[in-house]
């Protein structure tokens, strides 16, 4: 059952003031205002879920190559205010903590998706670093998470399919969402906060054509920092722009793939909570989202069969064209540019028949069978949209022809485990988050952080988190 109660104050504030706001503004009074005690019960639970499954991604992430040059170029730079990187002995500036936390969270694509990105890679990180520098409780930063998703939710709503005119959404939004949810932790005004969000927006950006390579992961690192050091400088007192979103000059007309962006209607923050609206969707495999459902299903249909490559002449899958557009390395040659290959996830369905981490390194990409099943997968890309999350279509399907000429067929895919409303229970959770840290914890050191972060609510500060002194040692580092 989803809750929606929250103070009669906030409520009244928001239906007095937002409404009659123009929406900079909007997000900046929002943002003065929101409170732990205004929170559904639904965005707690989520925020917890978030905060955990990102941290468990971020050990997962920490040996990739981008995460190790980032750590060799930050770790040999200690600054004042120290904070841990991705929790471990090793202590940066909370800036620099964000940014290679963020990146180290989305090195390896296993973090969760919504909102036609990624926003936990860039929200928990931001949060963690800055949340430990100020000493901030596990409430107030469960209040930034819900506080930084709201804000991204309010602007992503305002216009769609990013990705199609080029940009990375992660990047773009998360940006001004970090810098939200760190307001929320210095607890500025509404006027420094809307200079926050407006510093921040001049940080946006992030290319798409950088999938499938480093450089799509720092996209989550750089949103993080900068997030952060936006609501540094406006607390400081930094100027800037008093209608950055509306202005016609702004954010919104910058970054709308068709200049038709929505600059005028009346913000919706606390009145329809947008991360009880839409939520998370949980990944189960290390890959581009747009993947998991067509991947999950061939599987399943193929189970049992004893089919082998040769048996299959063709596959044919039919999915939404803002899927595709994210989707464009047809003949992938590296784990990483096979996260946004869906012959790779055909390939991998077929001659595999899982799509793990390990499933996910370059020498596996490069099999003799997996390189040759990639011409016989077909793409059909509809132009339909899911209100529910619009980077999506509603449903899919995969047909598979076999070379005897009989088809099997998929039926219409609409939801994958782990999807926003069909999620992981408690102990699915803990199975991902256990095998995300196998390299850098013991099981009595994981469950103890698994549990640590399922109680985010009641912890003190983030030092709670307990410190992980394996994380950046040569035994957890990835072969480059």
Same mark, same amino acid.
């Given at each position: 059952?989803?809750?929606?109660?929250?103070?009669?104050?906030?409520?009244?504030?928001?239906?007095?003031?937002?409404?009659?706001?123009?929406?900079?503004?909007?997000?900046?009074?929002?943002?003065?205002?929101?409170?732990?005690?205004?929170?559904?019960?639904?965005?707690?639970?989520?925020?917890?879920?978030?905060?955990?499954?990102?941290?468990?991604?971020?050990?997962?992430?920490?040996?990739?190559?981008?995460?190790?040059?980032?750590?060799?170029?930050?770790?040999?730079?200690?600054?004042?205010?120290?904070?841990?990187?991705?929790?471990?002995?090793?202590?940066?500036? +909370? &800036?620099? =903590?964000?940014? $290679?936390?963020?990146?180290? #969270?989305?090195? *390896?694509?296993?973090?969760?998706?919504?909102? !036609?990105?990624?926003?936990?890679?860039?929200?928990?990180?931001?949060?963690?670093?800055?949340?430990?520098?100020?000493?901030?409780?596990?409430?107030?930063?469960?209040?930034?998470?819900?506080?930084?998703?709201?804000?991204?939710?309010?602007?992503?709503?305002?216009?769609?399919?990013?990705?199609?005119?080029?940009?990375?959404?992660?990047?773009?939004?998360?940006?001004?969402?970090?810098?939200?949810?760190?307001?929320?932790?210095?607890?500025?005004?509404?006027?420094? +906060? &809307?200079? =926050?969000?407006? $510093?921040?927006?001049?940080? #946006?950006?992030? *290319?798409?054509?950088?999938?499938?390579?480093? !450089?799509?992961?720092?996209?989550?690192?750089?949103?993080?920092?900068?997030?952060?050091?936006?609501?540094?400088?406006?607390?400081?007192?930094?100027?800037?722009?008093?209608?950055?979103?509306?202005?016609?000059?702004?954010?919104?007309?910058?970054?709308?793939?068709?200049?038709?962006?929505?600059?005028?209607?009346?913000?919706?923050?606390?009145?329809?909570?947008?991360?009880?609206?839409?939520?998370?969707?949980?990944?189960?495999?290390?890959?581009?989202?747009?993947?998991?459902?067509?991947?999950?299903?061939?599987?399943?249909?193929?189970?049992?069969?004893?089919?082998?490559?040769?048996?299959?002449?063709?596959?044919?899958?039919?999915?939404?064209?803002?899927?595709?557009?994210?989707?464009?390395?047809?003949?992938?040659?590296?784990?990483?540019?096979?996260?946004?290959?869906?012959?790779?996830?055909?390939?991998?369905?077929?001659?595999?028949?899982?799509?793990?981490?390990?499933?996910?390194?370059?020498?596996?990409?490069?099999?003799?069978?997996?390189?040759?099943?990639?011409?016989?997968?077909?793409?059909?890309?509809?132009?339909?949209?899911?209100?529910?999350?619009?980077?999506?279509?509603?449903?899919?399907?995969?047909?598979?022809?076999?070379?005897?000429?009989?088809?099997?067929?998929?039926?219409?895919?609409?939801?994958?485990?782990?999807?926003?409303?069909?999620?992981?229970?408690?102990?699915?959770?803990?199975?991902?988050?256990?095998?995300?840290?196998?390299?850098?914890?013991?099981?009595?050191?994981?469950?103890?952080?698994?549990?640590?972060?399922?109680?985010?609510?009641?912890?003190?500060?983030?030092?709670?988190?307990?410190?992980?002194?394996?994380?950046?040692?040569?035994?957890?580092?990835?072969?480059?």
């Amino acid at each position: 059952m989803i809750t929606t109660e929250r103070s009669g104050s906030f409520l009244e504030a928001v239906e007095s003031g937002h409404s009659k706001m123009a929406l900079t503004a909007a997000l900046g009074a929002f943002l003065e205002r929101i409170r732990f005690e205004d929170l559904p019960d639904d965005a707690v639970a989520l925020a917890r879920d978030a905060f955990t499954d990102t941290i468990g991604v971020m050990m997962a992430g920490v040996g990739e190559p981008v995460v190790n040059i980032l750590y060799e170029e930050l770790s040999g730079k200690p600054m004042a205010g120290q904070t841990r990187a991705v929790l471990s002995s090793t202590r940066i500036s +909370a &800036v620099e =903590a964000a940014l $290679i936390s963020g990146t180290a #969270a989305h090195a *390896l694509d296993y973090d969760d998706q919504s909102l !036609t990105g990624h926003p936990s890679a860039v929200l928990v990180p931001a949060i963690l670093a800055e949340g430990e520098h100020l000493r901030s409780s596990g409430k107030e930063m469960v209040t930034a998470y819900v506080a930084g998703y709201e804000v991204w939710a309010e602007l992503v709503r305002r216009s769609a399919n990013y990705h199609r005119k080029g940009w990375h959404p992660t990047s773009v939004f998360g940006v001004v969402g970090a810098s939200a949810a760190a307001s929320v932790l210095r607890r500025l005004a509404a006027d420094r +906060a &809307v200079a =926050a969000l407006a $510093i921040a927006a001049s940080h #946006a950006g992030g *290319l798409a054509v950088n999938f499938g390579t480093m !450089t799509k992961p720092f996209h989550a690192g750089l949103a993080a920092r900068d997030g952060v050091f936006s609501a540094r400088l406006a607390s400081a007192g930094a100027t800037a722009s008093k209608d950055t979103f509306e202005n016609r000059q702004g954010f919104l007309t910058a970054f709308s793939p068709d200049a038709s962006a929505d600059w005028d209607s009346p913000a919706r923050l606390g009145e329809d909570w947008h991360l009880v609206r839409h939520r998370l969707c949980v990944k189960r495999y290390p890959t581009c989202y747009f993947m998991h459902r067509s991947f999950d299903a061939t599987v399943k249909m193929l189970e049992g069969r004893g089919l082998r490559p040769e048996d299959i002449a063709g596959i044919t899958v039919t999915m939404g064209a803002g899927q595709t557009a994210v989707l464009v390395n047809e003949r992938p040659q590296t784990g990483l540019e096979a996260k946004f290959s869906e012959q790779f996830a055909m390939a991998a369905a077929v001659v595999l028949g899982t799509m793990g981490i390990d499933d996910l390194r370059d020498e596996v990409v490069q099999r003799p069978e997996i390189q040759a099943f990639f011409p016989k997968v077909r793409i059909n890309a509809v132009d339909e949209y899911d209100e529910r999350d619009p980077a999506h279509s509603p449903s899919e399907s995969v047909a598979v022809t076999l070379t005897d000429g009989s088809v099997l067929d998929t039926g219409p895919i609409v939801s994958i485990r782990g999807h926003a409303y069909d999620p992981l229970t408690t102990e699915e959770l803990w199975a991902k988050f256990r095998d995300c840290t196998s390299k850098t914890h013991t099981d009595a050191e994981a469950r103890l952080l698994f549990d640590r972060s399922q109680s985010i609510v009641d912890l003190n500060s983030a030092l709670d988190l307990p410190t992980c002194e394996r994380v950046f040692q040569a035994e957890c580092l990835a072969a480059e």
